[in-house]
């Protein structure tokens, strides 16, 4: 049988050396692996199309790391699966960052006292402070609940959490942000 010769394309942009790999052997390592590699993927992101670009790099890493006779070996589940944890956790370090939209700041009220305008405006400047200095997980947390007004578990949903454990965490961060503000 011929073999496929399959270039490996990094994240450059350059190709790497070539792997000699027959095209059924690499049809049968991705369509065992796909749905569960994505969704783990999924799971550490939180995002389907950062999954689906994370999920098409671990493949080109198995293909440029791996040798054809490793197919069937239980280790390459092991190792597609540790390059789809590291590649998740470059990728949530490199995006760690949570914009707030400046529309979805509320303009303090006509009403108001100059004084009282210019305290709530502190106060809200001291929150986003503590917003952005929380671990990553709190922030998307935080967001999600009072910005996408998501249920609690729709929140353990997207962490991967339990319902109960959505809950605490939030609890928690909303204890620390309550002593962080006042």
């Keep these: 049988m011929w073999g496929v010769l399959l270039y490996v394309i990094d994240a450059r942009g350059r190709a790497d050396r070539p792997r000699r790999w027959r095209e059924v052997a690499f049809r049968e390592v991705y369509s ?17 199309h950062d999954a689906e670009d994370l999920t098409a790099e671990a493949f080109a ?3 440029n790391h791996l040798e ?7 280790e390459l589940a ?21 914009v707030i939209s400046l ?9 108001e006292e ?10 809200l400047q ?7 200095q929380l671990p990553v997980e709190k922030q998307r947390a935080v967001v999600m609940r009072f910005f ?4 609690h578990s729709e929140i353990a949903d997207e962490l991967g959490r339990t319902e109960t454990s959505a809950r605490v965490l939030l609890h928690r961060t909303l204890s620390d942000l309550r002593k962080e503000v006042s």
């Design 68 to 74: 054809e006779k490793d197919i069937d070996s239980p």
């Design 148 to 151: 996408d007004e998501l249920s």
């Design 32 to 48: 065992r692996y796909l749905k569960p590699l994505r969704a783990y993927i999924y799971r550490l992101v939180g995002n389907h």
């Design 103 to 111: 529309e979805e700041v509320t303009e303090p009220s006509v009403d």
């Design 114 to 123: 100059p004084d009282e305008s210019l305290i709530a405006e502190e106060e």
């Design 126 to 132: 001291r929150l986003v402070t503590a917003i952005t």
């Design 78 to 98: 092991a190792w597609l699966f540790k390059a789809a944890r590291n590649l998740s956790s470059n990728h949530r370090r490199s995006t760690r960052r949570i």
């Design 61 to 63: 890493r198995a293909l």
